[in-house]
């Protein structure tokens, strides 16, 4: 066997050795990564590594974050954008905590109380969004746009506190309304307000209102 023969076996044979030594580690190493892949596809997602979804409150407060940054980067088309849909979520959420509460009503208090409380809550969130919407409405020159959403906010509350009266506020800067709100006398007397005829998007006999057509009243 020549010489060249000899050195091109030998190194064949090193190269064969490198590659036994160097195969097991390899594979142990696939090994390892297949198994984290599998146990990552099988490991079922945690609350806190889901997203939050759109209707929630998180979702609601998530896109009332992103209509304040757009108002102060002065992008009213997009804040109209965000306030709009962050009033859609909240008005949903309050419907559908309503029509819980009246579920449960009779059959379980605690929970009926507690699905009372959040379509109260989501009530008035959906009021912080459409006052806000309201402001943002004025700051395009639009007030005509502004207007039915301050008497929206107005049914919903009142127009002596909170934001009611910041509603009315803004009706009277507006030039709508001329009258301003003069709060009742302790001890007064008041009439109470005439009677009015069922609105025609009142709900149908057996079905709960939606809190746009009638809101939740704040407690005191």
């Known amino acids: 066997m020549s010489k060249q023969n000899i050195i091109r076996h030998s190194t064949h044979y090193l190269l064969f050795l490198l590659l036994l030594i160097g195969l097991p580690g390899k594979l142990q190493a696939q090994s390892a990564v297949d198994s984290s892949k599998t146990e990552a596809q099988s490991k079922p997602d945690t609350p806190s590594s889901q997203p939050a979804s759109i209707l929630s409150i998180e979702g609601g407060k998530k896109l009332m974050m992103e209509a304040d940054q757009a108002i102060e980067a002065q992008q009213y088309d997009l804040a109209v954008e965000k306030l709009q849909n962050a009033r859609q979520v909240y008005n949903q959420l309050s419907n559908f905590y309503l029509q819980l509460f ?42 005509e746009l502004s207007v039915p ?39 007064a007397v008041t009439s109470p307000p005439p009677q009015t005829p069922p609105s025609p998007d009142s709900p149908p006999e057996g079905q709960a209102p939606s809190p746009e057509a009638a809101p939740i009243a704040p407690t005191p």
């Open 102 to 143: 009246n579920s449960f009503t009779g059959l379980d208090n605690a929970a009926a109380e507690a699905h009372r409380k959040k379509a109260l809550d989501t009530s008035l969130e959906r009021d912080r969004a459409t006052y806000q919407l309201a402001l943002v409405h004025r700051s395009q020159n639009k007030p």
């Open 149 to 187: 959403l301050l008497i929206q906010i107005i049914t919903s509350q009142s127009p002596g506190v909170g934001l009611g009266r910041k509603a009315y506020e803004q009706l009277l800067e507006i030039g709508f309304v001329d009258t301003p709100y003069t709060a009742p006398q302790p001890g």
